[in-house]
């Protein structure tokens, strides 16, 4: 009698971890403010080339790939 009880509780309880449990809404979304991660990749506003964000040159809250991009806004 126990073993089906804990067996019917252990359905249900997989039932709702696969099913019913949502995900929190804030980890699937980026906002807008946040900062990009190291290994993100953005964009050059010049040239369109993509660029690691650690070897981008920001200027004027814009991402460049080289100075030559920023010389040539």
């Known amino acids: 009698m126990i073993l ?3 067996l019917i ?3 249900i309880a ?4 696969l099913f019913i449990k949502k995900k929190p ?5 980026k906002k807008d ?3 990009p991660k190291t290994n993100d990749m953005v964009e050059c506003a010049t040239c369109g080339t993509y660029v ?5 040159i ?3 809250n814009r991402y460049y790939c080289c100075s030559e ?3 040539n806004k």
């Open 14 to 17: 997989v039932v709702y971890f």
């Open 9 to 11: 509780v252990a359905i």
């Open 58 to 60: 920001i200027s004027e």
């Open 25 to 29: 809404l804030n980890s699937s979304k």
């Open 69 to 71: 991009c920023v010389d």
């Open 52 to 56: 690691s964000i650690d070897d981008a």
């Open 4 to 6: 089906k009880v804990l």
């Open 33 to 35: 403010n946040e900062k």
